[in-house]
């Protein structure tokens, strides 16, 4: 079984100041580790994927994450804040079974941007 | 790009009525979800569905809920008796058959049931 846990329902950074969302995971298995963004009145949007390659992982709009194992983390960073970040941010994990690899998503850490 | 689509983008029903969420999801793919999100609550994972038939479900989904594909491109969840809890966000995904885990799940806008 896999689950998420993610730190901080509320963040606010100033603009161009340091984003990072906490997401830490559990899994019985090698997961596969993702972050969406949920921007108002609109679907998931994919920022990034790790599924076992390299431990840090680009995405789009500037974001990051690193995976680490020792710390069963995958915190999502941006360097410098944008007003157009302002969203929902979801850490989701996966197994690594065939066929059926359904997402188990993180409660969510919604983001504001200070002007 | 190509990208799921849901229709309808809101759906207000009366309690007890059957309702259908319709998606269509991206054209080569090859496994089928929904999910729901209720107001303020994390995504919650409802069924998943690979070649005509359900791979996995969640104790959500009981049987006032069934999925089906009709005519390999819809894809349709439809809840027969709908109760007030089952007002949400729902979210069809649809993924590549990419093999284990490299594959991505592509989500759709979302369909807003509200049951009154």
């Known amino acids: 079984a896999q689950s998420v846990t993610q730190l901080g329902s509320h963040v606010s950074v100033s603009e161009g100041a340091l984003v990072l969302l906490r997401c830490n995971y559990s899994?019985?298995?090698?997961?596969?580790l993702f972050w969406y963004v949920q921007y108002p009145n609109q679907g998931l949007q994919l920022l990034l994927k790790?599924?076992?390659?390299?431990?840090l992982v680009k995405g789009i709009n500037g974001f990051e994450a690193e995976f680490k194992k020792s710390e069963t983390s995958f915190h999502l960073t941006k360097p410098s804040a944008h007003m157009s970040d302002a969203a929902e941010y979801f850490c989701?994990?996966?197994?690594?079974?065939?066929?059926?690899?359904?997402?188990?998503f993180g409660t969510g850490t919604r983001l504001t941007i200070i002007p | 790009e190509p990208e799921v689509t849901q229709t309808p983008s809101h759906q207000v029903t009366q309690m007890g009525q059957e309702v259908i969420l319709r998606c269509v999801p991206i054209s080569n793919h090859l496994y089928f979800y929904w999910y729901r999100q209720i107001l303020g609550q994390k995504v919650e994972f409802l069924v998943s569905?690979?070649?005509?038939?359900?791979?996995?479900k969640s104790e959500i989904f009981d049987d006032q809920f069934s999925v089906e594909r009709p005519d390999g491109s819809n894809f349709t969840l439809k809840i027969r008796s709908t109760k007030l809890e089952d007002s949400a966000m729902y979210f069809c995904a649809s993924r590549g058959g990419g093999g284990l885990g490299t594959d991505t799940q592509y989500f759709g806008p979302g369909t807003r049931l509200t049951v009154l």
């Open positions: 899994s019985s298995v090698p997961p596969y």
């Open positions: 989701a994990v996966s197994g690594s079974n065939f066929g059926n690899e359904k997402l188990t």
């Open positions: 569905f690979y070649n005509n038939e359900i791979s996995e």
């Open positions: 790790y599924t076992s390659a390299a431990t």
